[in-house]
């Protein structure tokens, strides 16, 4: 299984993002998505999930409002949509496949795309 995440860059305060998530290896609808970051000296946080479908989505808190996730099982590819960046949101953005809600399960990880949000 792999999901290669790419779309990280640098943008400056308030601008937009989009990250994107490529997975293969897997049956792709069958699996929840979802989206990860991890900042400097800090523990990994939940950004984003959505369902096997589209129809359910999933968000932190602080990212309500501001981010959206979305897929397309046809292309087997997520996306995180980032819009009125901050610098807090500068980390490492990494995709995974499970479960998200509730259970929160999650069974693959990629490997991570940086974003950096200047002042």
Request: with cysteine.
């Amino acid at each position: 299984v792999q999901l290669q995440a790419s779309g990280g860059g640098l943008v400056q305060a308030g601008g937009s993002l989009r990250l994107s998530c490529a997975a293969s290896g897997l049956t792709f609808s069958n699996y929840g998505m979802g989206w990860f970051r991890q900042a400097p000296g800090k523990e990994r946080e939940f950004v984003a999930g959505v369902n096997w479908s589209g129809s359910s989505t999933y968000y932190a808190d602080s990212m309500k409002g501001r981010f959206t996730i979305s897929r397309d099982n046809a292309k087997n590819t997520v996306y995180l949509q980032m819009n009125s960046l901050k610098p807090e949101d500068t980390a490492v953005y990494f995709c995974a496949a499970g479960t998200p809600g509730i259970s929160n399960n999650w069974q693959y990880w990629g490997q991570g795309t940086l974003v950096t949000v200047s002042s």
